[in-house]
């Protein structure tokens, strides 16, 4: 079976659906909640979350899951990770793609919400975020 032809309409719709609603949230943690629970219904994930350690681990087994890496970067700059529990690597893969697409809207999403905030600011001065 090709990969295209185990994509599900509804989680593909989604995920599109997520990309339009995310950039009205106001915050850092707002967003990524947002996008982990919904990134969660995709096939083959049992858990996900974020992190902001820029470690790479690539896939690594961890009791009977894989747990993969997603990095949220722009330019260089790791902004977060979606850490990913997978536990049927067959049903997730052909949405790789789309977990990759989704991760780099939110790189611009946060890099646009950084610039947003230190325009508002003096000259100089930069606004810190914290999670």
């Known amino acids: 079976m090709a990969n295209n032809e185990r994509l599900s ?10 990309q339009s609603v995310v950039v009205q949230l106001p915050d850092d943690k707002s967003i990524l909640n947002f996008s982990c629970q919904g990134l969660k219904d995709i096939p083959g994930i049992t858990e996900i979350g974020y992190n902001k350690n820029s470690i ?22 790791t902004h977060f990770n979606l850490v990913v529990s997978i536990n049927d690597f067959v049903s997730f893969e052909p949405y790789v793609p789309y977990m990759q ?12 919400n950084r610039a947003i905030d230190n325009l508002s600011l003096p000259l100089g001065k930069t606004k810190k975020k914290t999670l």
Do not use: P, W
């Not at 790479?56 to 700059?77: C, L, M």
């Open 101 to 112: 697409n989704y991760c780099n809207i939110l790189a611009l999403l946060l890099e646009a």
């Open 56 to 77: 790479s681990i690539g896939d690594k087994v961890f009791n009977n899951s894989t747990k993969r890496i997603f990095h949220i970067v722009h330019k260089q700059k």
């Open 9 to 18: 309409a509804r989680i593909i719709g989604q995920i599109a659906l997520m």
